[in-house]
């Protein structure tokens, strides 16, 4: 071959030629960032729109309903979903994976800008932003002192936030808990009714009479000033003395009501349990700094901290910030354990080439192709864009075995030729040019498995395309150096007569032994073409058996990655107060506090998620210790905690474990789609009969609960017509009454800005009979709501969901230590099976399962691919139409050991698993290729007959075979037996299956490919 004759006789040309990637892909790593998993560009935006005082079924028809006509017509949605609570709607709309991120974000902002005079006049204006399903704050803090909550707030928000904000790659900084400052200003009800006040006038009063504006500019002796009216309220002095006109003339606002500097009513409070130092943080504010897609949590980490001296000297005295948590760590565990895989798998795979090779300089030059191949795919990554993570490293661990086989094939075969008699310089040429096809044949099947991994156009396809593309990088950096410095190095250091020990001769005639008895062994079943069938029947035999066990698989979306989180979700019934769901949740976190792998708990009161708030849930983020520090599992904590708390009463509790692919969701995820509200909630009470007690299926639950309860007021319209009241005067005076009006201007105080609430005082409204005495101001006079009014005591929806514009009930679910996902599913879609599902409604899956499923789905149609390809490769390489059927064989023939070695192992089939069997069929041919290359050589060069070449050139490809796969395997090796705790779980399914499959597929294919090749190729005479 061309390269390796010119690295042979220009080796200083060849050697600046590899040099020149290793230098540019230590640079490439130094400027690589670190995070756990690789982006995940999923297209979905997100709708969010507050509609104060308004409950579910006002947001659904007012709001909801309006956005989602509007953006239906945008094009490639996947789905929309929907969510109605009190107070606000959040629609999420996910695209198809085709559909460009940025222009779906504006066709969206288009659409919503279009409806906007079609909402409510009082709806703030949707928040339109694309989101990152897997994305959560990196890092955490928490602000305590002895400050009143408006001012931690304030603090927060106004200071720290800022400061956080300006910090390279966060995207933003959540802060929860504290109470926002508010300026009130509260009327009574006589006072309105005696002077004739109306509310909303109030307000947009105040908005007329607290502004700034510009007045234009104008020149003086050829100088340009500008003006400014500055109009706004300096102090709250000014504002109580502002003028409202009323029935009696014009009064100060003073005069007619109470201004106070006063604080919004706390729907959201936080508090932090340290269980190392057994102590209680009650008046908190969490910070939490959510990175973006292009940061780097470690960077933003280490950057934090340098700022964190400036930072803590804006704090008060008595007030303290602490930083609870920080993703960087897990990061740095998980990338520091899969190198530590990396160097463990060169460190082995050399070893076993020093005992085949027996020889140092040997050795060198095998093993290092590894590190150089390793380094320069650093190189192509960066140009990429790639980041280092848990994917990425482990397709280089992947690597560290496959790497070498190319080097190994070139080596031995140069070795034999210098047996043969040949100098080093001459076997390192004849050597090289002999095996090229072989190689080149052996890389490029690599190749074609791995392209069509990257081309993939979903989740999945996101997930692992760089982990594709890493191998692909390193595969040719591999095959190049094959070419290259090893013939190379070969003619310059190799001993022209090899040295003889005692060491190298025992081993040699070790090797001897097991060529002559695979030679014998060969000899008897090539002999008897009814030996050679029968050998293939046992094969077959095998790969029935090993169907057998893969039935009892399991089947999930990723593996069960342990980050040490867990999350316990608590409700209590609706109309509980905060104070009382504060009680609840300090005697839960009595119970998890008791156990010694809980490191703190955060817990936030008023609110689980988006779509589930209300002062009667809350949500303890539970931290445990460092995986090294403890015996059990995340999942095996999660099941503990279960069970203690299932003792709490009055309260709902589900308890989870975070994942680093859950995107949010829990395991289980399906939702019931119809149009009759009534029926689905017949279905509703019948699928949580028949699905509450499936083996395995923990924490089920439903969107379908008890209401909140609710006063409605019932207009009489005869009434309202006789005294020509509207439904809008009503509905404005009940709103005043309870909600209040905030004015469209701010008070500002220190470039802050806080708002301006216009409404009753509280002790007007708070009963039924106080709030049907709220003053209707009309035209034709001021009256009482319940002149108007009958009241009724009701019950209104938690939440009304919708799944692509239909009425939804979302079900989810965990799943128990001992289970998989897909044995639940199975479970689940029996007894769904047994229900008479009425025509118009149906079960959608959604979530893992949805994943799951596609999942499957995307990894067998890319096995297909890769099956063609390598087969269309082969046919093309080894100019025959049969031979790459033969070697095709090798692959049931892996099968055998890889479903073997996950039945042993309890492993389920995943993403990561079913991405090695894919990874399988790209290196088990190898092996068969490196027999029929020069079985093909012998019957062509030398006119032997199949059964003659057989002979002669698998015992010959022995040792390499042997080596290649043995080198594969102590490569994987540490993958396989889960060294180092952090990220393990991702990389032991790679190990257990290519190891599994690899030997299983090495030792049957000494006996069965040859065997399949003389049975189906005619002898010649």
């Known amino acids: 071959m061309f390269l390796a004759k010119l690295a042979i006789e220009r080796p200083v040309l060849a050697t600046m030629l590899i040099m020149v990637f290793v230098v540019f892909g230590v640079i490439a790593y130094r ?96 928040e339109i932003e694309k989101v990152d399903p897997f994305a959560g704050a990196g890092i955490e803090y928490i602000l305590s002192g002895e400050l009143s909550d408006v001012e931690m707030y304030d603090l927060a928000n106004n200071v720290l936030k800022e400061e956080f904000s300006k910090i390279p790659g ?44 510009s007045g234009g500019s104008f020149e003086v002796q050829s100088e340009r000033l500008s003006t400014k009216l500055e109009g706004e309220f300096k102090n709250l002095d000014e504002l109580k003395a502002m003028r409202i006109p009323t029935a009696y003339g014009m009064r100060r606002l003073r005069e007619l009501a109470e201004v106070t500097d006063g604080k919004k009513e706390q729907l959201i409070k936080t508090s932090y349990y340290d269980n190392q130092g057994h102590k209680r943080y009650d008046n908190i504010i969490r910070l939490g700094l959510v990175i973006s897609r292009d940061g780097n949590v470690v960077k933003v980490d280490e950057e934090a901290d340098n700022r964190m001296d400036d930072i803590q ?85 992947t690597s560290v075995g496959i790497l070498v086989t190319n080097a190994v094939v070139v080596l031995e075969n140069i070795f034999r030729h210098k047996h043969l008699g040949e100098n080093r310089r001459n076997s390192a040429q004849k050597g090289t040019s002999e095996i090229t096809v072989a190689v080149i044949a052996s890389a490029m099947t690599n190749i074609a498995v791995f392209l069509p991994l990257a081309s993939l156009h979903s989740i999945v396809g996101s997930a692992i395309r760089p982990f594709a593309m890493t191998v692909v990088f390193a595969t040719l950096f591999s095959l190049l150096i094959s070419f290259t410095l090893t013939p190379m190095l070969a003619s310059r250091i190799l001993p022209e007569k090899p040295k003889k020990n005692k060491v190298g001769e025992s081993i040699e005639k070790l090797f001897n032994g097991w060529e002559n008895f695979y030679g014998k062994t060969l000899k008897l079943i090539l002999g008897n073409r009814w030996i050679s069938s029968l050998v293939i029947i046992v094969a077959i035999v095998l790969l029935l058996m090993s169907f057998q066990l893969a039935k009892q698989l399991g089947f999930e979306f990723s593996p069960h990655s342990d980050v040490g989180s867990i999350n316990v979700r608590m409700e209590l019934p609706p109309g509980t107060d905060l104070a009382t769901t504060e009680q ?119 969107s379908s609960k008890e209401g909140n309860p609710q006063v409605s007021f019932i207009p009489d319209r005869e009434r309202m017509a006789e005294y020509g009241v509207s439904i809008s005067d009503l509905a404005y005076a009940l709103r005043s009454g309870l909600e209040g009006f905030l004015a469209s201007s701010y008070y500002k105080e220190n470039n802050n800005e806080y708002e301006i609430r216009v409404s009753y005082s509280d002790a007007e409204v708070n009963t039924p009979e106080e709030i049907g005495r709220i003053p209707v101001v009309t035209q034709r006079g001021i009256y009482t709501l319940a002149q108007f009014c009958e009241i009724r005591f009701t019950e209104t929806a938690s939440q009304v969901q919708h799944l692509d514009k239909i009425r939804a009930i979302k079900f989810t679910g965990g799943i128990a230590n001992g289970y998989s996902l897909s044995e639940v599913n199975t479970e689940i879609n029996k007894r769904l099976d047994s229900l008479n599902i009425p025509v118009g409604y149906s ?63 309890g492993i389920t089939i995943n993403m990561i698993s079913m991405l090695s069997i894919i990874m399988l069929v790209g290196i088990v041919v190898n092996n068969a290729i490196l027999i029929m290359d020069y079985t093909n050589q012998l019957i062509r060069d030398k006119n032997y007959s199949s059964h003659d070449a057989l002979i002669e050139a698998a015992p010959t490809k022995l040792k390499p075979v042997l080596m290649t796969t043995l080198a594969i395997i102590l490569g994987m090796l540490p993958m396989a037996l889960g060294m180092g705790a952090s990220g393990k779980e991702f990389r032991q399914p790679m190990g257990v299956v290519s190891i599994g499959g690899l030997l299983v597929s090495s030792i049957l294919t000494l006996y069965v490919i040859p065997a399949i090749f003389l049975l189906t190729t005619r002898r010649k005479k």
């Open 313 to 397: 000297k804006l704090l008060p005295a008595g007030t303290h910030l602490i930083k609870i948590f920080t993703n960087a760590d897990h990061i740095h565990d998980s990338v520091k354990d899969t190198v530590s895989n990396i160097l463990m798998g060169i460190l082995l795979t050399s070893l076993i080439l020093l005992f085949f090779l027996h020889d140092l300089r040997s050795t060198f030059i095998a093993a290092i192709s590894m590190p150089v191949s390793l380094i320069s795919s650093f190189f192509l990554m960066g140009q990429m864009g790639y980041t280092m993570n848990i994917i990425t490293l482990m397709a280089l661990s």
């Open 584 to 702: 609840k949740v300090q005697e839960v976190e009595d119970i998890i506090t008791k156990h010694r792998e809980v490191k703190h708990i955060l817990s936030k009161l008023g609110e689980i998620d988006l779509t589930t708030r209300g002062t009667h849930v809350a949500n303890l983020s539970v931290k445990l210790i460092n995986i090294n520090e403890r015996d059990l599992s995340t999942l095996e904590v999660s099941n503990i905690l279960m069970q203690d708390l299932e003792h709490v009463r009055n309260a709902r509790i589900r308890v989870g474990e975070e994942t680093t692919m859950s995107m949010g969701s829990d395991p289980v995820e399906f939702s019931l789609t119809g149009y009759d509200s009534g029926e689905m909630q017949k279905l509703n009470e019948q699928i949580v009969e028949i699905l509450k007690d499936v083996p395995g299926l923990t924490n089920f639950d439903t």
């Open 31 to 126: 400027n690589m960032n670190l995070e756990e998993m690789p982006e995940m560009e999923i297209p979905i935006v997100t709708i969010q729109t507050i509609y104060a005082g308004a409950s579910p079924e006002i947001v659904e028809s007012q709001v909801t309903d309006k956005i989602e006509d509007a953006i239906s017509t945008v094009s490639e949605i996947d789905k929309i979903e929907s969510y109605s609570i009190e107070n606000f709607s959040l629609v999420v709309v996910q695209f198809l994976m085709s559909k460009d991120d940025q222009l779906g974000l504006q066709e969206i902002k288009d659409k919503i800008d279009a409806i906007l005079n079609n909402l409510p006049g009082d709806v703030e204006k949707p």
């Open 843 to 905: 079960i959608d899956w959604g979530g893992n399962t949805k994943m799951m499923n596609e999942n499957l789905r995307d990894m067998a149609f890319v096995l297909l691919i890769a099956i063609i390809m390598t087969y269309m490769l082969l046919a093309a390489i080894l100019e025959s139409f049969l031979q790459p059927f033969i070697i095709l064989a090798t692959l049931p023939l892996a099968m055998i050991g890889v479903f073997t070695a996950l039945y042993i192992t």
């Open 170 to 213: 966060v995207a933003k900084v959540e802060v929860d808990g504290g109470v926002e400052r508010e300026i009130q200003i509260a009327f009574k009800q006589n006072t309105v009714k005696s002077q004739g006040i109306s509310l909303p006038a109030v307000s947009q009063i105040l908005s007329a009479e607290n502004l700034n504006m």
